[in-house]
């Protein structure tokens, strides 16, 4: 008869204290991959975010003198049955990150030193210019409001995979509104007149501007984490932000002689690409959780009444701008159409409803007289 001795488990957290299934493998495969095969991205974030129900034995290591752990689910009223099942689909991580950024750089590098090189802003329709300098200067001021709102809202994320989307999607904002200054200083310097410092003074106190400062500052002064990543990029994003990039400054500048500015500007219309993409994959985990689903999104939903009432104002307070140019070439009736059926298409891949007030029609104002260049 063989007696059967029984060990008894020792938990350490200690490099090589058990040894596990595929514990001398050469890979990572103590979590579940998304596909069929772990990636590089995944290796890079996966777990790397400690948490007391995976792997850290001890709990926190830290916390708050109030007794708050270092990093806390309390931090956004959205609840999930597993936050590490989030994948972001542009498996961006800290290189790769580098990587496009260095890209885009490079690419409005060479477009403004060659526009500059041809003296096209000599050539730019007088009216344009002065848009350029009071319109698109004071809009930066929105991308990196966003972008400060987002860099505060990453730090909260209960994981890597989480905070990794937010912090990447902050770092594109900050780029985009650094991108915008620089541009506008350099074709300054080949323009007559130009007063690098006049967007400042509309984006404060144009009443043009107001509402979407509004909307802004309301984004920067939620406390909700998650509000702060879903009302950028769900909200803000494509019925204020794409409204005016891509319904205004895209759709009239070459008709002004202008082939410089949209190319700077298509830079922020495919960071926003990759953001959404990020940001429908996460709240759509979380408003189909088979636990939480029904209360999150109830919570997205009024988020989205809550923020897109400012944007709907926003919009339509931006609307005289679309009357300033000499060769009007779009509308902004057909601008903010788009951007409704935008917000419509997002909110039905995140499976949560839109409230009538949100994608409303434009109300109808006077357009406001074209300024003399």
Same mark, same amino acid.
């Given at each position: 008869?063989?007696?059967?001795?029984?060990?008894?488990?020792?938990?350490?957290?200690?490099?090589?204290?058990?040894?596990?299934?595929?514990?001398?493998?050469?890979?990572?495969?103590?979590?579940?991959?998304?596909?069929?095969?772990?990636?590089?991205?995944?290796?890079?974030?996966?777990?790397?975010?400690?948490?007391?129900?995976?792997?850290?034995?001890?709990?926190?290591?830290?916390?708050?003198?109030?007794?708050?752990?270092?990093?806390?689910?309390?931090?956004?009223?959205?609840?999930?049955?597993?936050?590490?099942?989030?994948?972001?689909?542009?498996?961006?991580?800290?290189?790769?990150?580098?990587?496009?950024?260095?890209?885009?750089?490079?690419?409005?590098?060479?477009?403004?030193?060659?526009?500059?090189?041809?003296?096209?802003?000599?050539?730019?329709?007088?009216?344009?210019?002065?848009?350029?300098?009071?319109?698109?200067?004071?809009?930066?001021?929105?991308?990196?409001?966003?972008?400060?709102?987002?860099?505060?809202?990453?730090?909260?994320?209960?994981?890597?995979?989480? +905070?990794?989307?937010?912090?990447? +999607?902050?770092?594109?904002?900050?780029?985009?509104?650094?991108?915008?200054?620089?541009?506008?200083?350099?074709?300054?310097?080949?323009?007559?007149?130009?007063?690098?410092?006049?967007?400042?003074?509309?984006?404060?106190?144009?009443?043009?501007?107001?509402?979407?400062?509004?909307?802004?500052?309301?984004?920067?002064?939620?406390?909700?984490?998650?509000?702060?990543?879903?009302?950028?990029?769900?909200?803000?994003?494509?019925?204020?932000?794409?409204?005016?990039?891509?319904?205004?400054?895209?759709?009239?500048?070459?008709?002004?002689?202008?082939?410089?500015?949209?190319?700077?500007?298509?830079?922020?219309?495919?960071?926003?690409?990759?953001?959404?993409?990020?940001?429908?994959?996460?709240?759509?985990?979380?408003?189909?959780?088979?636990?939480?689903?029904?209360?999150?999104?109830?919570?997205?939903?009024?988020?989205?009444?809550?923020?897109?009432?400012?944007?709907?104002?926003?919009?339509?307070?931006?609307?005289?701008?679309?009357?300033?140019?000499?060769?009007?070439?779009?509308?902004?009736?057909?601008?903010?159409?788009?951007?409704?059926?935008?917000?419509?298409?997002?909110?039905?891949?995140?499976?949560?409803?839109?409230?009538?007030?949100?994608?409303?029609?434009?109300?109808?104002?006077?357009?406001?007289?074209?300024?003399?260049?």
């Amino acid at each position: 008869m063989t007696a059967q001795v029984q060990e008894t488990e020792v938990k350490s957290g200690a490099a090589g204290a058990k040894k596990f299934p595929g514990w001398d493998s050469r890979k990572y495969n103590y979590y579940e991959p998304k596909g069929r095969k772990a990636t590089h991205y995944e290796d890079m974030t996966v777990d790397v975010q400690p948490d007391p129900e995976r792997y850290l034995l001890q709990n926190w290591i830290i916390s708050f003198a109030d007794g708050t752990p270092t990093y806390y689910k309390g931090w956004t009223k959205l609840q999930s049955s597993d936050w590490h099942k989030f994948r972001a689909p542009d498996q961006e991580w800290e290189r790769t990150h580098y990587q496009r950024q260095s890209t885009i750089e490079g690419m409005i590098k060479n477009v403004v030193d060659n526009a500059r090189k041809s003296g096209a802003p000599s050539r730019f329709d007088q009216r344009w210019v002065k848009i350029l300098q009071d319109h698109v200067g004071a809009y930066k001021h929105a991308e990196y409001g966003l972008g400060k709102a987002t860099m505060h809202a990453q730090r909260y994320g209960y994981t890597q995979m989480v +905070n990794n989307a937010i912090l990447t +999607n902050s770092s594109y904002k900050l780029r985009f509104a650094q991108d915008l200054t620089l541009y506008l200083s350099e074709i300054g310097m080949d323009l007559p007149v130009f007063d690098a410092t006049a967007g400042k003074t509309h984006w404060l106190e144009d009443p043009v501007w107001q509402g979407a400062r509004e909307a802004t500052e309301a984004v920067m002064g939620a406390e909700d984490y998650l509000e702060q990543y879903f009302a950028t990029n769900v909200v803000f994003e494509p019925l204020v932000a794409e409204l005016f990039r891509s319904g205004f400054v895209m759709q009239l500048a070459a008709a002004q002689n202008d082939f410089a500015t949209p190319a700077v500007v298509s830079a922020a219309e495919a960071d926003y690409e990759q953001n959404l993409a990020n940001t429908v994959e996460l709240f759509h985990l979380l408003a189909q959780d088979a636990e939480h689903g029904e209360a999150n999104r109830k919570v997205m939903e009024g988020w989205l009444e809550k923020h897109g009432a400012l944007c709907v104002k926003a919009a339509n307070q931006l609307q005289p701008v679309w009357s300033q140019p000499r060769v009007k070439a779009a509308q902004f009736t057909d601008a903010f159409a788009a951007s409704s059926n935008r917000l419509r298409a997002i909110c039905a891949e995140i499976g949560i409803e839109v409230p009538a007030a949100v994608a409303i029609a434009p109300a109808a104002a006077p357009a406001q007289p074209a300024a003399d260049a």
